[in-house]
């Protein structure tokens, strides 16, 4: 079956503009994650989507906002980006539950100039 | 809250070398634990798991024991190759399903 698909592969934005990323979960899957992963700050989570409801959030600025759809897509916008955004934003879907596993997509590389 | 601490990178190995990265979490209640492995340009992988106290996950000639009296989950292998150059992530899954990630291990093998 298909894995997780993320879009763009690669991005780059100025400062101070907007970016919506996207998240095509493994079909079945109803939970979707989000990650920022920086070579500083290693993996850290964004938030989380459970059958369109955000479940989980982390401790990141209310520039970082998302949404899932009802055919359990989601996407990721971060507005007024700023240099520090520039990271790799990981996905992750899984069928959901404690022992359930995350599939993780190849990311997007955002890079903000 | 909850969190993952595993041992600082690179680790730098030569061919056929013993293995061991160390991984402790912080928990409340009853934990699901994993081993993540993230290749150059890919995304992460699950490379096994563990899902209550004494059990021993094991892929790939890797292995990882959940201690609860030491709050440990240990990666081990008896003989690395150089195609286990990646990066290594200790995580755990607590019961509102958000998996919390360590910030990973660099391991180099040398041939």
């Known amino acids: 079956k298909a894995g997780v698909t993320q879009t763009p592969r690669y991005l780059i934005k100025t400062r101070g503009q907007q970016v919506t990323l996207s998240c095509s979960p493994i079909?079945?899957?109803?939970?979707v994650s989000w990650y920022q992963q920086t070579p500083g700050q290693g993996l850290q989570f964004l938030f989380e989507?459970?059958?369109?409801?955000?479940?989980n959030k982390g401790n990141f600025p209310g520039r970082f906002s998302g949404r899932q759809f009802s055919n359990s897509r989601s996407e990721m916008n971060v507005s007024t980006l700023e240099l520090g955004d520039s990271a790799l934003y990981l996905c992750?879907?899984?069928?959901?539950?404690?022992?359930?596993?995350?599939?993780f997509g190849q990311g997007t590389r955002l890079t903000v100039v | 809250g909850n969190s993952v601490t595993q041992m600082e990178g690179p680790v730098t190995l030569s061919e056929e070398a013993f293995l061991t990265i160390n991984c402790t979490y912080t928990a409340t209640g009853y934990p699901s634990l994993f081993w993540y492995v993230q290749y150059p340009g890919e995304g992460l992988q699950l490379l096994l798991k563990a899902t209550k106290a004494d059990d021993k996950g094991s892929n790939k000639g890797f292995e990882a024991t959940y201690r609860k009296e030491t709050t440990s989950f240990h990666l081990e292998k008896g003989s690395v190759q150089v195609s286990d150059s990646a990066v290594y992530f200790c995580?755990?899954?607590?019961?509102?399903?958000?998996?919390?990630f360590g910030k990973g291990t660099r391991l180099h093998i040398l041939p």
């Open positions: 079909s079945g899957h109803r939970s």
């Open positions: 995580a755990l899954s607590d019961r509102d399903d958000k998996i919390i």
């Open positions: 989507y459970f059958s369109e409801t955000q479940r």
């Open positions: 992750a879907s899984s069928l959901g539950g404690k022992v359930a596993e995350a599939f």
